[in-house]
């Protein structure tokens, strides 16, 4: 298949997700057409059946908003002319379905049918797309879409409570490339970020409020008078700032890593022997999932789609969002000495039942689907 993909190019969820899906299928021979404004951050290198496509929106002074969709829709309806696009995978609600849409009517007119299947991510229902001043938009793009999945059945089930949605929607979780994971990394040195008998602790977020990193640094505070540790923060965002001044002020600074964003993730995660997610909300939850697959049990909150992803009393413990001394306990218990290989051992396993392997079939079944309803 000829495939277009419309994502966000950043570290975020929904643009890795994307990214490797890209990837994935076009390693298994189809045609992939990544159409955004910067290559994506995990796109490692283009091969003759990956492209990128830049979407660039002239400043004009007479916009007080630069019209990014207009753009998009524009670069999508060129593209899919262009090189034959058989289908448009958008991930993101906002505003990639409106875009797509908008392309689809554009084709439409010109006789050419373009099948649209929208991937829902999370912040897109939850956080951003439930204001009232894009839900008609996003309402309208999602059951205008002829598939709709999301990442996870807890952000299903949102998506109906919170909008009007007339379309089916499926279940497709986020998925991880295993085999990567097969050999030990070479640059898996330990010794540079923590003393033999230190604990390494990990939180890898875009430090947004929804991620509780006021708590991920309390958490923080109660193992480390129990138990030697370091924590590695890992990500870039508004609350790296206030988390440097809560540790300040408990005392920790010097035990706390701020490492920036990273493109390098699992270099910190293979040295790593807890991770700590204690968001307020997530549709799934990668960053756990990409904590699983480097043997890291999980300590989070028990909220949205987290228990799809992290088993309680398995591969890590869930909480109650804010129990901060809850998640301490549970995390001193992992790390003790006579637990934490199982439970690494368990997180991997865990984390191996969302394989790609099982994850990209699903995916291409719901193109075929798309393009037969044609
Ligand atoms: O919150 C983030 O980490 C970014 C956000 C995004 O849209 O990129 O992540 C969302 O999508 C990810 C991939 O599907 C999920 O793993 C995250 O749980 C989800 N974030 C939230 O729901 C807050």
Do not use: W
Request: hydrophobic residues 40%.
């Amino acid at each position: 298949m000829n495939i277009g993909i419309v994502c966000y190019p950043t570290f975020g969820g929904s643009g890795v997700v994307a990214t490797e899906l890209g990837m994935a299928l076009a390693k298994k021979g189809h045609i992939v057409h990544f159409i955004t404004y910067k290559q994506p951050v995990r796109l490692e290198q283009l091969s003759s059946n990956i492209h990128f496509h830049e979407v660039n929106v002239p400043e004009y002074p007479l916009f007080h908003y630069q019209p990014y969709e207009l753009a998009l829709s524009s670069k999508l309806v060129d593209m899919v002319k262009l090189h034959k696009i058989d289908l448009l995978h958008v991930h993101y609600a906002i505003p990639h379905a409106y875009a797509g849409y908008m392309a689809k009517q554009m084709l439409a007119q010109e006789g050419i049918e373009l099948p649209m299947v929208t991937t829902l991510h999370g912040t897109d229902i939850t956080l951003v797309g439930n204001h009232p001043y894009y839900k008609p938009a996003v309402t309208f793009s999602i059951n205008n879409s002829d598939y709709v999945t999301t990442v996870s059945e807890s952000l299903k089930l949102d998506t109906l409570r919170l909008f009007d949605v007339t379309s089916p929607i499926q279940v497709i979780p986020n998925f991880i490339d295993s085999q990567k994971y097969l050999n030990p990394i070479s640059e898996c040195q330990r010794s540079l970020m923590a003393q033999d008998d230190e604990r390494i602790i990990t939180h890898v977020s875009n430090f947004r409020k929804v991620k509780r990193i006021d708590d991920v640094v309390k958490i923080f505070y109660h193992i480390q008078k129990e138990i030697k540790a370091k924590l590695i923060m890992v990500g870039e965002g508004p609350e790296v700032q206030p988390a440097k001044e809560l540790a300040y002020s408990l005392g920790i600074r010097d035990k706390i890593l701020f490492m920036g964003a990273s493109n390098e993730v699992e270099k910190i995660l293979c040295l790593s022997d807890l991770f700590l997610l204690p968001s307020k909300n997530e549709s799934f939850g990668l960053a756990a999932l990409e904590a699983m697959i480097n043997k890291v049990p999980v300590i989070s909150s028990n909220t949205g789609g987290i228990p799809e992803v992290n088993k309680n009393g398995f591969s890590g413990y869930l909480s109650d969002v804010g129990d901060v001394e809850d998640m301490a306990q549970k995390a001193i218990h992992i790390l003790k000495e006579e637990n934490l290989l199982t439970f690494k051992n368990n997180a991997y396993q865990q984390a191996l039942a969302f394989d790609l392997e099982k994850i990209i079939p699903q995916y291409e079944s719901v193109y075929h689907k798309a393009i037969n309803r044609k």
